[in-house]
């Protein structure tokens, strides 16, 4: 029985035939699974090797090839391997060996076979090597087969992330659609929606190849792409994070996002408020950093006043009662709830734009002492007290804000661990000093059904405790193993300790001694979450100052001003911040 079709150097088709049905070996077995190690495939028919054929390109059947021994052990077929293979074929030659017994023997290319016998191919083309493939007892033989395929796999260098958006991009202008493309190339269609993206987004792009971004941070600079000034500033703020602290990109991306969503919360409330006639009391940033601006610096908050000053103090001047002062008008501000746990909502602050032309009168009256009288601060200490206090006012408002950001990444760094099948180390030391401690984090999630800890697991999450069924986490523990059963403990600890925490956790939290804030949030770091600066305050209350918490404004030795990189990037180096620049092109 002949091996092979008829020897040719140029095949005349370059597209093997699909046959229907399951391939079967030459002796009418069918072919052998893939994790099938060093199994016969099919069998060949011994025959000499003739001289024409050593180094030419042959086409067999793939259910004919035996897989030899090979240093991969475990062969991983995804579904769009095998359905590339299946419908473009194999395009690069199965390197093969004679066997004595005349069996063609795989060396290179056990995936490409595997997947070709799985995709049904009726044929695939094989260069046949010139050497016999060697037995056991041939030591020098065996070493040269080991050290050919680490080199075949240890040296092959997969095409970039930037590479790959670049020849989607050529794809999308070439008239292809993405779903098309995710069809042609049997890539995932999430993939192709993001090369779409960035492909899309010249900043991005750009970012990708002059900093080896990955493609997910790429996905999220374009997403900010948007031409706003605020998205400039963004894109600028994500790409010296993917420069400089990659680990923290996440919270940066996410803090982007917070602020994209007041910025939208605010217009929209804006605009209705204008809609209705109202006047409006709009803070900007101070240029010269020294707190906000106000275009009304008299303009004094209802709950600070009372009607008219022969009113006794603490009398109230309600929002009904001044509408129609002349003075009347409103701010907004965005308030997310104390633990995070809902969406942000506007709130609207009712202001008099100058009480004392319009006849109120403070809440309540400063009576001084004369002894406190003569101990008054001179103007200097007024002033510096003043900018302390602003300064502190800046730096809650920003910790606030990164910290807002960081619950939303640590939840999902959360979910992640705790669907992994087995718990990460020491924790069951952790569950047990929790139970031990015995504080009103488990408490109160005990009385509230583990709320949380159902939806970090995934399961349905209960409305509170008392509801006359089993709780939900009780599912998951029917006829679990040991490792399960770890997992839902650690899952109910942690989420005890998470929902404890708050607003004023990173201020306070590790001051607090009736709290593991401190614990929890190290052995989130040890077992690989990294935390915002504004988390490390729980483990080090002097670890950094919560206002450093943008990248783009840390301070640092490194040699990455923004002037940098004017027009492409320095092939030298030394431009890791140069993502201002980057935006600024975009800009123009």
């Known amino acids: 029985m002949s091996t092979t079709e008829p020897t040719s150097t140029e095949p005349t088709s370059t597209e093997p035939a699909h046959p229907d049905g399951t391939a079967t070996s030459a002796d009418g077995g069918t072919a052998t699974s893939a994790d099938g190690g060093n199994a016969v495939v099919g069998a060949v028919a011994p025959g000499p090797v003739g001289a024409e054929e050593l180094g030419t390109l042959m086409w067999v059947d793939p259910a004919e090839l035996v897989v030899g021994i090979n240093t991969r052990t475990e062969v991983r077929l995804s579904a769009h391997f095998v359905a590339d293979i299946g419908e473009r074929g194999v ?179 804006y605009a209705h408020a204008r809609e209705q006639g109202i006047a409006l009391l709009q803070t900007d940033p101070d240029p010269d950093g020294d707190g906000e601006r106000c275009e009304y610096p008299g303009a004094r908050a209802l709950t600070e006043l009372r009607p008219r000053v022969e009113d006794p103090v603490y009398t109230r001047l309600s929002v009904e009662d001044h509408q129609d002062c002349p003075g009347h008008a409103v701010a907004m501000e965005v308030r997310r709830t104390w633990r995070n746990t809902e969406a942000p909502t506007v709130e609207t602050i009712a202001y008099c734009l100058d009480p004392d032309a319009h006849g109120h009168a403070p809440y309540y009256e400063r009576h001084t002492s004369p002894d406190a009288a003569a101990a008054a601060a001179s103007e200097e200490e007024v002033a510096a007290a003043k900018d302390a206090a602003r300064a502190e006012r800046r730096r809650v408002i920003e910790g606030n804000k990164a910290w807002d950001a960081a619950v939303t990444v640590r939840r999902e760094f959360l979910r992640t661990l705790l669907a992994r099948k087995a718990a990460p180390n020491n924790a069951a030391l952790f569950v047990a000093e929790a139970m031990a401690t015995g504080g009103h984090e488990l408490r109160r999630a005990f009385e509230g059904g583990n709320q949380l800890a159902c939806s970090l697991l995934g399961v349905e999450v209960p409305d509170r405790w008392h509801v006359g069924k089993p709780n939900p986490l009780l599912g998951l523990l029917a006829g679990a193993k040991a490792g399960k059963a770890t997992q839902v403990m650690l899952a109910v600890a942690l989420a005890a300790e998470e929902d404890s925490l708050h607003r004023h956790s990173w201020r306070e939290g590790n001051a607090r001694p009736d709290t593991r804030a401190a614990a929890y949030m190290s052995a989130l770091k040890n077992w690989g979450y990294t935390p915002t600066h504004v988390e490390e305050l729980l483990i080090d209350p002097n670890a950094v100052d919560p206002a450093a918490e943008d990248p783009a404004d840390a301070g640092g030795d490194d040699d990455t001003s923004d002037t940098d990189v004017q027009d492409g990037g320095d092939e030298d180096g030394g431009d890791e911040d140069g993502g201002a620049d980057l935006a600024t092109e975009s800009a123009a």
Request: glycine share 6%; proline share 2%; with cysteine.
């Open 91 to 269: 395009r690069e030659p199965i390197t093969v060996r004679r066997r004595d017994d005349g069996a063609l023997v795989v060396r290179k290319g056990q995936r490409r076979t595997l997947a070709a016998v799985k995709a049904g191919l009726a044929r695939v083309r094989v260069l046949l090597e010139a050497d016999d493939d060697p037995d056991g007892a041939d030591r020098q033989g065996q070493i040269a087969r080991i050290v050919d395929q680490l080199g075949e796999n240890n040296h092959r260098a997969g095409i970039g992330d930037s590479e790959e958006v670049a020849a989607h991009q050529e794809l999308l202008e070439l008239g292809l659609t993405a779903a098309q493309i995710a069809r042609q190339t049997r890539t995932p269609a999430a993939r192709i929606r993001q090369t779409a993206r960035v492909a899309a987004s010249e900043i991005a792009a750009k970012a990708m190849a002059r900093y080896e971004l990955t493609l997910d941070q790429a996905a999220v600079i374009a997403e900010f792409d948007d031409g706003t000034a605020e998205g400039i500033e963004a894109v600028k703020t994500l790409t010296v994070c993917a420069a400089r602290e990659p680990e923290r990109f996440a919270h940066t991306a996410q803090r982007a996002r917070n602020d994209r969503e007041d910025r939208r919360l605010l217009a929209d409330a």
